[in-house]
């Protein structure tokens, strides 16, 4: 199957996907395509007894998509600059300390308390994982993906202050998560002994703050750019060229270019509120292009995780280290977020309910399952890790994403 036809055939899975949710179910978008995507793989997979050639079909076609790469190289930049684009940068500025202790300090929490709660469950259940791998899978989980987290919370009520730490802090930690994986993954292919704790300390130095001050001059750069003409044609093409040659250009620089998209989003965003860079007419069109670009990518992200369900290795065996990861990645998480809130419970204005809300929306996505992909097939285990993170992020979008009105009414029934 060429290119063109394979991406055809899914912008109409997700237009198909899209109207049925809308017409039919009424979900948030993310969570109705996705339900729809993994209904139709489960019937792919019943009709595989029937007519085995239609499921080989498909499997080929999903087969041949570089879920890793697609995500990454392609659809990760456009996403996070759009969700940062759309963000009130002001409004974040007042959560900035619980967004940043939440973002840094809480992932490297839960990389920890997964990594090595997976290594002792994995024994348990009689498969012999090496804690390096355990913490790969601690560090690919452990981000929450901005990607799933704005779509659905856009649709809910809750208190001001715990939407944006949600949103702040998935908008920041994916981007710290992909260091910590990408810091893991170099000591699980070369070696503990190849590094030692100042190369990693240099290596996320490097990474994170080099991609935060890239991302300001970009973003200065698109808002000076912006700023000197009023076209609004040239400057949607100037937002677009500069993401995609922007995390072109941090790639080969070895920054990291998630976090620089999410600082160059809110500085263009911010300017563009205070009527800097953009008329209002300019403004508006950019404005609904980038909703229209992130409606359009969330819609194909999330058919592709629901597909993903054709080549994920479904032994009856992973069934239950399945369900005891889902249970430890919920329980690290709320940890990850206790132990920060506790510590600094008086430089933070969130109320003692805030963690659990956290907790639970605090959404896995495509970067997860992208990040587990990415993993060489010659690696042991593999399979497993993947098939514990698709796990994961199902449970996710679709459990927690589903039942998180419920929890928001009895936590805050005042709203």
Same mark, same amino acid.
């Given at each position: 199957?060429? *290119?063109?036809?394979?991406?055809?055939?899914?912008?109409?899975?997700?237009?198909?996907?899209?109207?049925?949710?809308?017409?039919? *179910?009424?979900?948030?978008?993310?969570?109705?395509?996705?339900?729809?995507?993994?209904?139709?793989?489960?019937?792919?997979?019943?009709? %595989? =007894?029937?007519?085995?050639?239609?499921?080989? +079909?498909?499997?080929?076609?999903? +087969?041949?998509?570089?879920?890793?790469?697609?995500?990454?190289?392609?659809?990760?930049?456009?996403?996070?600059?759009?969700?940062?684009?759309?963000?009130?940068?002001? *409004?974040?500025?007042?959560?900035?300390?619980?967004?940043?202790?939440?973002?840094?300090?809480?992932?490297?929490?839960?990389?920890?308390?997964?990594? +090595?709660?997976?290594?002792?469950?994995?024994?348990?259940?009689?498969?012999?994982?090496?804690?390096?791998?355990? *913490?790969?899978?601690?560090?690919?989980?452990?981000?929450?993906?901005?990607?799933?987290?704005?779509?659905?919370?856009?649709?809910?009520?809750?208190?001001?202050?715990?939407?944006? %730490?949600?949103?702040?802090? /998935?908008?920041?930690?994916?981007?710290?998560?992909?260091?910590?994986?990408?810091?893991?993954?170099?000591?699980?292919? %070369?070696?503990?002994?190849?590094?030692?704790?100042?190369?990693?300390?240099?290596?996320?130095?490097?990474?994170?703050?080099?991609?935060?001050?890239?991302?300001?001059?970009?973003?200065?750069?698109?808002?000076?750019?912006?700023?000197?003409?009023?076209?609004?044609? +040239?400057?949607?093409?100037?937002?677009?060229?500069?993401?995609?040659?922007?995390?072109?250009?941090?790639?080969?620089?070895?920054?990291?270019?998630?976090?620089?998209?999410?600082?160059?989003?809110?500085?263009?965003?911010?300017?563009?509120?205070?009527?800097?860079?953009?008329?209002?007419?300019?403004?508006?069109?950019?404005? @609904?292009?980038?909703?229209?670009?992130? /409606?359009?990518? %969330?819609?194909?992200?999330?058919?592709?995780?629901?597909?993903?369900?054709?080549?994920?290795?479904?032994?009856?065996?992973?069934?239950?280290?399945?369900?005891?990861?889902?249970?430890?990645?919920?329980?690290?998480?709320?940890?990850?977020?206790?132990?920060?809130?506790?510590?600094?419970?008086?430089?933070?204005?969130?109320?003692?309910?805030?963690?659990?809300?956290?907790?639970?929306?605090?959404?896995?996505?495509?970067?997860?399952?992208?990040?587990?992909?990415?993993?060489?097939?010659?690696?042991?285990? @593999?399979?497993?890790?993947?098939?514990?993170?698709?796990?994961?992020?199902?449970?996710?979008?679709?459990? =927690?994403?589903?039942?998180?009105?419920?929890?928001?009414?009895?936590?805050?029934?005042?709203?």
């Amino acid at each position: 199957m060429d *290119l063109f036809t394979l991406i055809t055939l899914l912008i109409v899975g997700a237009a198909v996907f899209a109207y049925l949710n809308t017409r039919l *179910l009424k979900l948030p978008d993310a969570i109705g395509i996705m339900v729809l995507s993994v209904a139709f793989s489960l019937v792919l997979i019943g009709l %595989n =007894q029937i007519r085995p050639e239609w499921f080989e +079909t498909v499997r080929n076609a999903i +087969t041949t998509i570089d879920f890793g790469r697609v995500l990454f190289d392609v659809m990760l930049s456009f996403l996070l600059f759009a969700g940062a684009f759309h963000t009130d940068t002001e *409004l974040l500025r007042l959560e900035r300390r619980s967004i940043m202790l939440f973002a840094f300090v809480g992932v490297l929490i839960s990389t920890f308390l997964v990594g +090595t709660g997976l290594y002792y469950i994995a024994g348990l259940f009689g498969f012999v994982l090496p804690y390096i791998l355990c *913490l790969l899978f601690g560090a690919l989980i452990s981000p929450t993906d901005p990607i799933a987290v704005l779509g659905i919370l856009a649709k809910f009520k809750l208190p001001e202050s715990v939407k944006l %730490n949600i949103v702040g802090e /998935s908008l920041f930690n994916d981007g710290v998560g992909v260091v910590v994986f990408a810091s893991i993954y170099r000591l699980a292919v %070369n070696g503990v002994e190849s590094f030692d704790a100042t190369d990693i300390g240099l290596l996320f130095l490097e990474e994170a703050g080099g991609g935060i001050l890239y991302g300001l001059a970009l973003g200065y750069l698109m808002f000076w750019l912006l700023r000197s003409i009023d076209h609004y044609q +040239t400057e949607v093409i100037v937002t677009v060229a500069g993401v995609m040659g922007g995390y072109l250009l941090a790639q080969k620089l070895h920054v990291s270019g998630p976090l620089a998209m999410v600082v160059a989003g809110l500085f263009v965003g911010d300017r563009t509120r205070l009527k800097e860079a953009m008329s209002l007419k300019t403004e508006d069109y950019v404005d @609904k292009f980038w909703e229209l670009i992130d /409606s359009i990518l %969330n819609s194909l992200l999330f058919v592709l995780i629901g597909f993903e369900l054709l080549i994920v290795d479904l032994r009856s065996s992973y069934l239950l280290i399945c369900v005891a990861s889902v249970l430890l990645v919920l329980g690290s998480r709320f940890l990850a977020i206790w132990i920060p809130f506790r510590i600094a419970r008086r430089w933070i204005g969130l109320d003692k309910k805030a963690p659990f809300m956290l907790t639970w929306g605090g959404l896995r996505g495509g970067l997860s399952i992208a990040m587990a992909l990415s993993i060489p097939n010659d690696m042991p285990h @593999k399979d497993l890790l993947v098939t514990i993170t698709y796990a994961v992020v199902l449970f996710s979008v679709i459990g =927690q994403g589903l039942t998180m009105e419920r929890l928001i009414r009895r936590l805050y029934p005042e709203n």
